[in-house]
């Protein structure tokens, strides 16, 4: 095996320096896109809810017309 290559310590410094700055803008750019992901998620709900009522709706009506004399 070869000897591990002694890394200038530029190289180190810059290297670390790029983590914690990735690192400060995840939190940053998670903290801007949580609550339009929380606004999003509540507006399908609200949306889920609507469907299905309409899907129940329709269920009823349609075994309304099913239920007939002339089957």
Do not use: C, H
């Amino acid at each position: 095996m070869v000897p591990p290559v002694a890394v200038s310590p530029l190289i180190k410094t810059a290297r670390w320096s790029a983590l914690l700055l990735g690192v400060f803008y995840g939190k940053q750019r998670f903290d801007y896109l949580k609550p339009i992901a929380e606004e999003e998620k509540r507006v399908e709900e609200v949306e889920k809810k609507a469907r299905e009522e309409q899907e129940r709706i329709y269920k009823q009506l349609s075994e309304a017309n099913s239920d007939t004399i002339l089957k």
